[in-house]
């Protein structure tokens, strides 16, 4: 028996729910894997359940859901630069556990992605890690918003989209030009979209919250003046921008009406966007202190409403990882950004899933198909010749958040205590087992 | 009865009861204040730390005078003179200064939250002395204090806060402690310095001087800061004067009996102008006395202090 199977594939994925978005399949099936690909997708002659548990190369899958890989397109690693909050390792550890298979990482290190050999120096890192990594490089030069990087060099070497996170390329001029620019080679530009005037030194949403707490607001209108900049930009240079952690219901607005005019657009949200308000500022936790900031119940529904109607393309970690002693501290005087590639899976599912916002196969598309769509990987599908990338998800299991127990360096997410439902069970890349719960 | 928690980090969500015990107490220590011997030994086990991360004359020596009337013992700290300056932490400099046995802090800080926080890190009571523009309740309270001594009931009066309120801790508090105690309040002042959403905290917003001061009782005028001009929030200070400041001749719509506060420190001919301070109706140095009283019934009731002191 097992020699047989040895022979047809390497490793089967048996009995669970495969969920493919791409080709709309949503069956029980039997996944076999041979050199790392999809050999086949068997959903008619099962390998009956009693065989499965004494064959090491067949995973138990009944009872459990089949994906493809999961992908995020936004992800902060810290190397190279703060090794102490992040390392490509241990966030592909994180990302693995989190059910990721493939994820992007922004260029703001220290130094930042900006030249031929940084993006190098991530894929040579990659090569040991637990899943594929795929750098974004900056848009400019040191991420100083003065003179576009060597897109060109950028992109041969692999960066799969150029953008500045973590601030927006606030020169409209250089915005217009990294555009145009980046579409000779076909890759996106994302932008944060942010005016760093009305930002200010805001520090929260800017509402009745931070009226009471007294702490400096940062107005929705700060995103949307950015959003519709660029937008125009984007109809003008007729490029492609996907807009980064979209936080507000007047961004989605925006955006869903660019698409209906045809405007090449895509956009993505965070799990802590839908989520959580600026209300669990209350308590002062700087876990919960992000940017974009955490807005109001008004904004998390038009976001729910903006992912159902798809105006809303993906689903992003933004993973932010910082050292205890940075959190620790007063509200003003902490940095911005919490950890999500461990707890984003289970969000998604006990946000949306379960709530009936998105259905299961339109909440794994918006974290499999639809990015790696939109930066062109060989990812997010379950298709015969395509990697074996994929995520055994347990739907079913109840779960506590115990950021103590992630495995990624950094701790610092608002989440803890909270009970979600869905977990990665298997998550494997390139036909391994990269992680099991 | 004794206040509910160990901690005054804001007047928001503190009950009518526990503000009227405050003030009662308060009551008490002011008549000790206009005794020979102005001290009584209540706290002389009590080791206090006064942390002050901000520059403030009025309060800190109120919280220091408080403090000694009261027989504490007391270390005053202040962020010029601290190790603050060789990237210390807040959390690490109230540790070390609590490792060194003490028992309640009492904090002024630039950032709101900033007590909040240190209840998270230390076992010490914590008094607010004022927090970014979060709130700044021994001000709420002795506004209370000062106003229920002249009117004996606050429920009805009509309060309207003039000025800088977006930036204003002593606003916050004093909205909280009003609205608690029943009275009915209003603000005023330029659209840029009104925080969003105010309203919604139960109160009447105006940007017209005139139509707010209609009918009040009391008018408590809020500094302000040169920094709003340079900020662009305003136009210039002789524009605000002119729209804003308090003059006789606004007094005009007040009800008979009013009362002009002020929290300090004030700009004279800016917010209001000296006849206006210095006048009849003023209780702006009534407001600094009251203080000294209102911040020794917090240290009393906080560390453990039940109603009534002989």
Not at chain 2, 9 to 35: H, M, P, Q, Y
Not at chain 2, 174 to 198: D, H, Q, R
Request: charged content about 25%; glycine content about 8%; aromatic content about 6%.
């Amino acid at each position: 028996m097992n020699n047989t199977k040895s022979q047809e594939a390497e490793l089967i994925i048996a009995g669970g729910r495969i969920i493919d978005p791409a080709s709309k399949l949503d069956k029980v099936g039997d996944i076999y894997v041979r050199d790392g690909k999809i050999a086949k997708i068997e959903t008619k002659k099962l390998i009956p359940r009693k065989k499965i548990r004494f064959t090491p190369e067949i995973v138990d899958a009944y009872d459990k859901t089949v994906t493809p890989g999961l992908v995020d397109m936004h992800t902060h690693l810290r190397e190279p630069g703060r090794e102490d909050e992040e390392t490509i390792q241990t966030g592909s550890e994180a990302a693995v556990a989190g059910g990721f298979t493939s994820i992007c990482c922004m260029p703001n290190t220290q130094p930042p992605i900006d030249d031929q050999e940084s993006v190098k120096f991530i894929y040579e890192k990659a090569k040991s890690a637990k899943c594929k990594i795929y750098p974004v490089a900056a848009a400019t030069k040191g991420l100083k918003g003065e003179e576009l990087t060597e897109i060109a060099d950028l992109a041969k070497a692999g960066a799969v989209a150029i953008s500045d996170d973590g601030r927006p390329v606030y020169s409209s001029i250089l915005m217009r030009y990294a555009l145009e620019y980046s579409k000779m080679y076909d890759i996106p530009v994302i932008s944060h979209c942010e005016d760093l005037a009305l930002v200010s030194d805001g520090v929260m949403n800017e509402g009745f919250v931070s009226t009471i707490l007294g702490l400096k607001g940062i107005p929705n209108v700060a995103e949307e003046v950015m959003v519709a900049r660029d937008i125009r930009l984007a109809e003008f240079t007729k490029s492609k921008v996907h807009i980064a952690h979209v936080s507000t219901e007047g961004s989605v607005n925006l955006i869903r009406e660019a698409k209906k005019k045809g405007v090449k657009i895509t956009c993505e949200a965070t799990p802590h966007h839908f989520t959580l308000t600026d209300e669990i500022i209350k308590s002062f936790d700087t876990n919960a202190k992000v940017n974009p900031p955490l807005r109001t119940k008004k904004d998390l529904d038009a976001l729910k409403k903006g992912l159902k109607d798809g105006t809303i393309d993906c689903i992003v970690t933004d993973h932010a990882p910082h050292s205890i002693e940075e959190k620790d501290v007063e509200f003003d005087a902490a940095p911005f950004g919490m950890v999500g590639l461990e707890t984003a899976l289970g969000l998604v599912i006990t946000e949306l899933v379960e709530k009936k916002v998105l259905s299961l196969v339109e909440a794994i598309a918006k974290v499999t198909l639809n990015p790696a769509k939109i930066l062109r990987l060989s990812a997010g599908q379950i298709k015969v010749g395509m990697p074996a990338d994929l995520t055994v998800i347990d739907q079913e299991i109840e779960w506590t958040v115990e950021p103590k127990e992630f495995k990624s360096k950094s701790k610092n997410s608002p989440f803890g205590g909270r009970k979600l439902r869905g977990k990665a069970f298997l998550t494997i890349v390139d036909g391994k087992v990269v992680y099991q719960s | 009865m004794k206040l509910k928690s160990r901690h005054l980090l804001g007047l928001e969500g503190v009950s009518k009861e526990e503000i009227g015990l405050i003030l009662d107490t308060a009551e008490t220590f002011k008549e000790v204040l206009e005794r020979p011997i102005k001290k009584v030994p209540t706290l002389r086990a009590v080791t206090v730390v006064n942390l002050f991360y901000e520059a403030s004359t009025r309060t800190r020596i109120s919280f220091e005078l408080a403090e000694k009337r009261l027989s504490a013992d007391l270390v005053n700290f202040s962020a010029s003179t601290s190790s603050v300056k060789k990237g210390e932490t807040l959390k690490d400099t109230v540790k070390n200064i609590e490792a060194m046995k003490i028992d309640m802090v009492v904090i002024r800080h630039q950032s709101s939250g900033a007590p909040y926080f240190l209840t998270q890190c230390l076992s010490s009571s914590i008094i607010n002395a004022g927090d970014g523009a979060h709130e700044h309740p021994t001000q709420g309270l002795l506004d209370l204090f000062t106003l229920r001594e002249k009117y004996k009931e606050l429920e009805g009066l009509r309060v309207v806060i003039v000025g800088d309120i977006k930036h204003s801790r002593v606003a916050r508090s004093n909205i909280w402690g009003l609205k608690a105690m029943g009275a009915s309040i209003a603000v005023c002042g330029p659209t840029t310095l009104m925080p969003y959403e105010i309203e919604k905290m139960g109160i009447e917003v105006f940007s017209n001087l005139d139509d707010a001061l209609q009918g009040a009782d009391v008018v408590n005028v809020l500094r302000i800061q040169l920094e709003r001009q340079k900020g662009g929030l305003l136009p210039s200070l002789r524009e605000y004067s002119n729209e804003f400041g308090i003059n006789s001749d606004r007094l005009k719509n007040l009800n008979p009996n009013f009362t002009i506060m002020h929290p300090g420190p004030i700009n004279r001919g800016v917010e209001i102008t000296p006849e206006v301070a210095d006048g009849p109706y003023s209780v702006i140095l009534d407001q600094v006395t009251n203080g000294v009283a209102i911040r020794m019934a917090v240290l009393y009731l906080l560390s453990g202090g039940e109603g009534k002191v002989e």
